[in-house]
Protein backbone atom coordinates (compact mmCIF):
# COMPACT_ATOMS: atom_id res chain seq x y z
CA UNK A 1 0.00 0.00 0.00
CA UNK A 2 1.05 3.27 -1.03
CA UNK A 3 2.45 5.40 2.36
CA UNK A 4 0.55 9.07 2.34
CA UNK A 5 1.59 12.03 3.98
CA UNK A 6 -1.79 11.24 6.36
CA UNK A 7 -0.04 8.85 7.20
CA UNK A 8 2.89 9.86 8.65
CA UNK A 9 1.12 12.91 10.16
CA UNK A 10 -1.11 10.39 11.88
CA UNK A 11 1.70 8.63 13.16
CA UNK A 12 3.91 11.65 14.01
CA UNK A 13 0.58 13.22 16.37
CA UNK A 14 1.30 16.25 13.96
CA UNK A 15 -0.72 18.15 10.79
CA UNK A 16 -0.39 16.95 7.10
CA UNK A 17 0.97 20.52 7.05
CA UNK A 18 3.44 19.83 9.22
CA UNK A 19 4.41 17.19 7.48
CA UNK A 20 4.83 18.50 4.42
CA UNK A 21 7.18 21.57 5.45
CA UNK A 22 9.36 18.91 7.49
CA UNK A 23 9.72 16.80 3.87
CA UNK A 24 10.10 20.41 2.40
CA UNK A 25 12.82 21.53 4.96
CA UNK A 26 10.81 24.39 5.54
CA UNK A 27 12.90 26.84 8.61
CA UNK A 28 9.37 27.06 10.49
CA UNK A 29 9.60 23.53 11.75
CA UNK A 30 12.02 22.68 14.69
CA UNK A 31 14.90 20.77 13.87
CA UNK A 32 13.94 17.69 16.00
CA UNK A 33 10.73 17.91 14.98
CA UNK A 34 11.66 17.53 11.05
CA UNK A 35 14.80 14.97 11.95
CA UNK A 36 11.52 12.76 13.54
CA UNK A 37 9.18 13.25 10.84
CA UNK A 38 11.64 12.45 8.24
CA UNK A 39 12.95 9.11 10.08
CA UNK A 40 9.26 7.83 10.23
CA UNK A 41 9.22 8.87 6.43
CA UNK A 42 12.25 6.47 5.75
CA UNK A 43 10.95 3.93 7.79
CA UNK A 44 8.28 3.49 5.86
CA UNK A 45 9.50 3.99 2.49
CA UNK A 46 8.06 7.28 1.65
CA UNK A 47 9.21 8.88 -1.49
CA UNK A 48 8.61 12.98 -1.34
CA UNK A 49 8.50 14.98 -4.89
CA UNK A 50 8.23 18.57 -4.11
CA UNK A 51 7.92 19.17 -7.37
CA UNK A 52 4.91 16.71 -8.16
CA UNK A 53 3.29 18.28 -5.12
CA UNK A 54 3.63 21.68 -6.39
CA UNK A 55 2.28 20.90 -9.76
CA UNK A 56 -0.79 18.79 -8.56
CA UNK A 57 -2.04 21.86 -6.50
CA UNK A 58 -0.61 24.83 -8.11
CA UNK A 59 0.32 25.77 -4.89
CA UNK A 60 3.98 26.65 -3.37
CA UNK A 61 3.05 27.33 -0.08
CA UNK A 62 5.58 30.51 -0.78
CA UNK A 63 5.34 34.12 -0.72
CA UNK A 64 7.69 36.12 -2.68
CA UNK A 65 8.73 39.67 -1.28
CA UNK A 66 10.55 42.31 -3.50
CA UNK A 67 12.68 44.72 -2.00
CA UNK A 68 14.08 47.82 -2.69
CA UNK A 69 17.87 48.45 -3.30
CA UNK A 70 18.60 50.10 -0.40
CA UNK A 71 17.14 47.85 2.05
CA UNK A 72 20.34 47.17 3.33
CA UNK A 73 21.08 50.70 4.41
CA UNK A 74 21.18 51.02 8.23
CA UNK A 75 18.23 54.01 8.25
CA UNK A 76 16.37 52.25 5.60
CA UNK A 77 16.78 48.82 7.06
CA UNK A 78 15.45 49.41 10.55
CA UNK A 79 11.98 50.02 9.67
CA UNK A 80 11.25 47.83 6.47
CA UNK A 81 12.88 44.93 8.99
CA UNK A 82 10.34 45.67 11.57
CA UNK A 83 7.64 45.54 8.49
CA UNK A 84 8.95 41.97 7.37
CA UNK A 85 9.10 40.97 11.21
CA UNK A 86 5.00 41.38 10.82
CA UNK A 87 4.53 40.17 7.47
CA UNK A 88 6.29 37.02 8.31
CA UNK A 89 4.41 36.82 11.32
CA UNK A 90 1.45 36.83 9.74
CA UNK A 91 2.72 34.49 7.12
CA UNK A 92 3.67 32.07 9.83
CA UNK A 93 0.01 31.81 11.49
CA UNK A 94 -1.07 30.58 8.20
CA UNK A 95 1.44 28.19 7.32
CA UNK A 96 3.25 30.07 4.71
CA UNK A 97 7.01 30.59 3.63
CA UNK A 98 8.96 33.42 2.39
CA UNK A 99 11.66 34.02 -0.17
CA UNK A 100 13.02 37.67 -0.12
CA UNK A 101 14.99 39.43 -2.75
CA UNK A 102 15.42 42.46 -4.89
CA UNK A 103 13.87 43.13 -8.10
CA UNK A 104 17.03 42.27 -10.03
CA UNK A 105 20.19 39.97 -9.10
CA UNK A 106 22.91 42.37 -8.12
CA UNK A 107 24.98 39.62 -10.46
CA UNK A 108 23.40 38.77 -13.54
CA UNK A 109 21.19 42.16 -13.55
CA UNK A 110 18.02 39.69 -14.47
CA UNK A 111 15.29 39.80 -12.76
CA UNK A 112 14.50 38.12 -9.87
CA UNK A 113 10.55 38.59 -10.51
CA UNK A 114 10.33 36.50 -13.63
CA UNK A 115 12.59 34.21 -12.25
CA UNK A 116 10.95 33.45 -8.96
CA UNK A 117 7.20 33.15 -11.63
CA UNK A 118 9.00 31.27 -14.52
CA UNK A 119 10.19 28.80 -11.66
CA UNK A 120 7.14 28.25 -10.07
CA UNK A 121 8.47 29.03 -6.75
CA UNK A 122 6.18 31.48 -5.48
CA UNK A 123 1.80 31.51 -5.20
CA UNK A 124 2.08 35.19 -4.50
CA UNK A 125 4.26 38.74 -4.83
CA UNK A 126 4.57 41.65 -2.26
CA UNK A 127 6.15 44.26 -3.78
CA UNK A 128 7.56 47.00 -1.19
CA UNK A 129 8.61 48.83 -3.86
CA UNK A 130 7.76 52.30 -5.41
CA UNK A 131 9.33 52.54 -8.50
CA UNK A 132 9.69 48.83 -9.35
CA UNK A 133 8.99 49.96 -13.53
CA UNK A 134 12.18 52.46 -13.09
CA UNK A 135 13.96 48.95 -12.51
CA UNK A 136 12.19 46.93 -15.00
CA UNK A 137 10.36 48.88 -17.82
CA UNK A 138 8.38 45.36 -18.95
CA UNK A 139 7.71 43.82 -15.98
CA UNK A 140 4.20 44.97 -14.88
CA UNK A 141 2.86 43.46 -18.17
CA UNK A 142 4.80 40.25 -17.17
CA UNK A 143 2.95 40.35 -13.96
CA UNK A 144 -0.03 40.75 -15.94
CA UNK A 145 0.12 38.23 -17.90
CA UNK A 146 1.66 35.86 -16.05
CA UNK A 147 -1.63 35.96 -13.68
CA UNK A 148 0.51 35.35 -10.04
CA UNK A 149 -1.25 37.35 -7.29
CA UNK A 150 0.82 40.55 -6.59
CA UNK A 151 -0.05 43.66 -4.18
CA UNK A 152 2.00 46.32 -3.66
CA UNK A 153 3.13 47.47 0.35
CA UNK A 154 4.13 50.48 1.72
CA UNK A 155 4.20 52.54 -0.94
CA UNK A 156 2.04 52.82 -4.21
CA UNK A 157 3.58 52.68 -7.77
CA UNK A 158 4.78 55.83 -8.84
CA UNK A 159 4.24 55.00 -12.42
CA UNK A 160 0.48 53.93 -12.58
CA UNK A 161 -2.67 55.09 -11.29
CA UNK A 162 -3.06 54.09 -7.59
CA UNK A 163 -6.56 52.88 -7.95
CA UNK A 164 -5.21 50.43 -10.98
CA UNK A 165 -3.40 48.31 -8.40
CA UNK A 166 -3.76 46.68 -5.21
CA UNK A 167 -2.05 48.66 -2.93
CA UNK A 168 -1.81 49.16 1.08
CA UNK A 169 -0.13 52.28 2.19
CA UNK A 170 0.49 55.11 4.73
CA UNK A 171 -0.99 58.75 4.73
CA UNK A 172 2.46 60.19 4.54
CA UNK A 173 0.96 63.81 3.81
CA UNK A 174 -1.06 62.94 6.80
CA UNK A 175 1.71 61.83 8.97
CA UNK A 176 3.79 64.87 7.80
CA UNK A 177 0.81 66.85 8.71
CA UNK A 178 0.05 66.34 12.14
CA UNK A 179 3.64 66.31 13.11
CA UNK A 180 3.78 69.47 12.26
CA UNK A 181 0.47 70.66 13.55
CA UNK A 182 1.11 69.28 16.60
CA UNK A 183 4.56 71.26 17.16
CA UNK A 184 2.61 74.61 16.20
CA UNK A 185 -0.38 73.69 19.47
CA UNK A 186 2.62 73.46 21.66
CA UNK A 187 3.32 76.84 20.83
CA UNK A 188 6.23 76.15 18.25
CA UNK A 189 6.24 78.83 15.36
CA UNK A 190 9.57 78.66 14.05
CA UNK A 191 9.69 74.60 12.99
CA UNK A 192 12.81 73.63 10.23
CA UNK A 193 11.94 70.22 8.70
CA UNK A 194 14.57 67.27 8.27
CA UNK A 195 14.07 65.47 5.15
CA UNK A 196 15.83 62.92 2.59
CA UNK A 197 17.78 63.65 -0.39
CA UNK A 198 16.67 62.32 -3.45
CA UNK A 199 12.92 61.97 -5.21
CA UNK A 200 10.93 59.81 -2.37
CA UNK A 201 7.65 59.69 -2.82
CA UNK A 202 7.05 59.55 0.97
CA UNK A 203 9.06 62.09 2.06
CA UNK A 204 7.79 64.47 -0.76
CA UNK A 205 4.61 63.74 1.03
CA UNK A 206 5.56 64.48 4.66
CA UNK A 207 7.22 67.52 3.44
CA UNK A 208 3.90 68.62 1.54
CA UNK A 209 2.01 67.87 4.85
CA UNK A 210 4.72 70.29 6.89
CA UNK A 211 4.11 73.36 4.23
CA UNK A 212 0.73 72.73 4.19
CA UNK A 213 0.23 72.67 8.11
CA UNK A 214 2.26 75.80 8.26
CA UNK A 215 -0.43 77.15 5.65
CA UNK A 216 -3.21 75.90 7.77
CA UNK A 217 -1.82 77.63 11.04
CA UNK A 218 -0.83 81.53 9.07
CA UNK A 219 3.00 80.85 9.64
CA UNK A 220 4.82 81.50 6.51
CA UNK A 221 6.61 78.65 4.70
CA UNK A 222 10.61 79.43 4.10
CA UNK A 223 12.42 76.93 2.02
CA UNK A 224 15.66 77.84 3.93
CA UNK A 225 14.00 75.65 6.96
CA UNK A 226 14.19 72.59 4.92
CA UNK A 227 17.23 70.62 5.58
CA UNK A 228 18.19 67.24 3.32
CA UNK A 229 19.95 64.29 4.35
CA UNK A 230 20.14 60.84 4.82
CA UNK A 231 18.21 58.65 6.87
CA UNK A 232 20.43 57.88 9.21
CA UNK A 233 22.05 59.25 12.77
CA UNK A 234 24.70 60.68 11.15
CA UNK A 235 23.03 62.61 8.98
CA UNK A 236 20.42 64.41 11.61
CA UNK A 237 24.16 65.04 13.54
CA UNK A 238 26.07 66.66 10.85
CA UNK A 239 22.70 68.42 9.99
CA UNK A 240 22.64 70.28 13.58
CA UNK A 241 26.07 71.01 14.12
CA UNK A 242 26.66 72.35 10.48
CA UNK A 243 23.56 74.32 10.72
CA UNK A 244 23.65 75.70 14.55
CA UNK A 245 24.24 79.19 14.23
CA UNK A 246 21.22 79.56 11.41
CA UNK A 247 19.02 77.72 13.80
CA UNK A 248 19.80 80.13 16.82
CA UNK A 249 20.18 83.05 14.83
CA UNK A 250 15.82 82.45 13.26
CA UNK A 251 15.54 81.58 16.84
CA UNK A 252 14.10 77.85 16.00
CA UNK A 253 12.47 76.19 18.44
CA UNK A 254 10.67 72.74 17.06
CA UNK A 255 12.24 70.75 14.47
CA UNK A 256 10.35 67.81 12.93
CA UNK A 257 13.01 65.35 11.60
CA UNK A 258 11.35 62.47 8.66
CA UNK A 259 12.94 59.45 10.07
CA UNK A 260 13.66 58.69 13.69
CA UNK A 261 17.39 58.09 13.17
CA UNK A 262 17.94 61.60 12.07
CA UNK A 263 15.95 63.09 15.05
CA UNK A 264 18.06 61.04 17.14
CA UNK A 265 21.30 62.54 15.12
CA UNK A 266 19.34 66.00 16.39
CA UNK A 267 19.33 65.11 19.85
CA UNK A 268 22.87 63.69 20.14
CA UNK A 269 24.33 66.87 18.03
CA UNK A 270 22.13 69.14 20.85
CA UNK A 271 23.43 66.93 23.92
CA UNK A 272 27.14 68.07 22.30
CA UNK A 273 26.51 71.75 22.81
CA UNK A 274 24.63 71.56 25.92
CA UNK A 275 21.22 71.93 24.63
CA UNK A 276 18.23 70.21 26.17
CA UNK A 277 15.57 68.53 24.84
CA UNK A 278 13.08 69.13 25.13
CA UNK A 279 13.88 72.61 27.41
CA UNK A 280 15.29 74.06 24.22
CA UNK A 281 14.12 72.42 21.65
CA UNK A 282 11.36 70.50 21.09
CA UNK A 283 12.08 67.80 18.19
CA UNK A 284 9.18 65.04 16.48
CA UNK A 285 10.29 62.53 14.74
CA UNK A 286 9.25 59.36 11.97
CA UNK A 287 8.23 55.62 11.97
CA UNK A 288 8.29 54.68 15.66
CA UNK A 289 11.10 52.07 15.11
CA UNK A 290 11.74 50.03 18.30
CA UNK A 291 15.63 51.81 18.93
CA UNK A 292 14.02 55.11 19.59
CA UNK A 293 13.17 53.34 23.32
CA UNK A 294 16.66 53.04 24.03
CA UNK A 295 17.67 56.93 23.45
CA UNK A 296 16.42 59.73 25.99
CA UNK A 297 14.53 61.66 26.40
CA UNK A 298 12.08 58.96 24.29
CA UNK A 299 11.31 60.49 20.78
CA UNK A 300 7.56 61.64 20.28
CA UNK A 301 7.22 60.73 16.69
CA UNK A 302 4.97 59.18 13.95
CA UNK A 303 3.69 55.70 14.41
CA UNK A 304 3.55 54.07 10.94
CA UNK A 305 0.85 51.44 11.43
CA UNK A 306 3.12 48.76 10.17
CA UNK A 307 0.74 45.67 11.84
CA UNK A 308 -2.33 46.58 10.01
CA UNK A 309 -0.47 47.13 7.12
CA UNK A 310 1.14 43.87 7.13
CA UNK A 311 -2.06 42.41 7.82
CA UNK A 312 -4.35 44.00 5.22
CA UNK A 313 -1.70 43.44 2.64
CA UNK A 314 -1.62 39.88 3.50
CA UNK A 315 -5.16 38.70 3.79
CA UNK A 316 -5.65 40.92 0.75
CA UNK A 317 -2.95 38.72 -1.19
CA UNK A 318 -4.57 35.36 -0.03
CA UNK A 319 -7.75 36.50 -1.14
CA UNK A 320 -6.43 36.60 -5.00
CA UNK A 321 -4.72 33.74 -4.14
CA UNK A 322 -7.80 31.70 -3.97
CA UNK A 323 -9.64 33.58 -6.26
CA UNK A 324 -11.71 35.37 -4.25
CA UNK A 325 -13.63 37.97 -7.35
CA UNK A 326 -13.91 41.46 -6.36
CA UNK A 327 -15.36 44.47 -8.62
CA UNK A 328 -12.36 46.76 -8.17
CA UNK A 329 -8.58 46.92 -6.91
CA UNK A 330 -7.86 46.90 -3.04
CA UNK A 331 -6.57 50.17 -2.66
CA UNK A 332 -5.94 51.14 0.98
CA UNK A 333 -4.29 54.59 2.46
CA UNK A 334 -3.98 54.02 6.74
CA UNK A 335 -3.61 56.83 8.54
CA UNK A 336 -0.57 57.45 10.70
CA UNK A 337 -0.59 58.05 13.82
CA UNK A 338 1.34 60.93 16.85
CA UNK A 339 2.92 59.04 19.48
CA UNK A 340 3.73 61.75 22.25
CA UNK A 341 6.80 60.82 24.73
CA UNK A 342 9.45 62.75 26.11
CA UNK A 343 11.02 65.16 23.10
CA UNK A 344 8.30 67.89 22.85
CA UNK A 345 6.74 70.30 25.43
CA UNK A 346 4.41 73.37 25.42
CA UNK A 347 6.47 76.98 25.49
CA UNK A 348 4.49 80.07 26.36
Do not use: W
Request: charged share 25%.
Amino acid sequence: MKVTIKDIAKIAGVSHATVSRSLNDSHLVAEDTKKRIKDIADTLGFEFNANARSLSTNKTGTIGIIYPERFGEFGVSLYYSSLLTQIRDYLEKEEMDTIVAFPKNRYSKDSNIKRLILSRKIDGLIIIHPNINDVDQKIMNFLEKSRVPYIFLHHYPSFCDVDSVDAIYTDHFGGGYDATEYLIKQGHKNIICITSHGDSREFYQRTNGYKAALSDKNIKFNENYIFRGYRDIISGFRIMKDNMDFIIEKGITGIFAQTDLMAIGVIQALKEIDKSVPKDYSIVGYDDIELIMEFKPNLTTIHQPREEIAFLTCDRLFELINGVKTNSKVNIMLKAKLIERDSTRKII
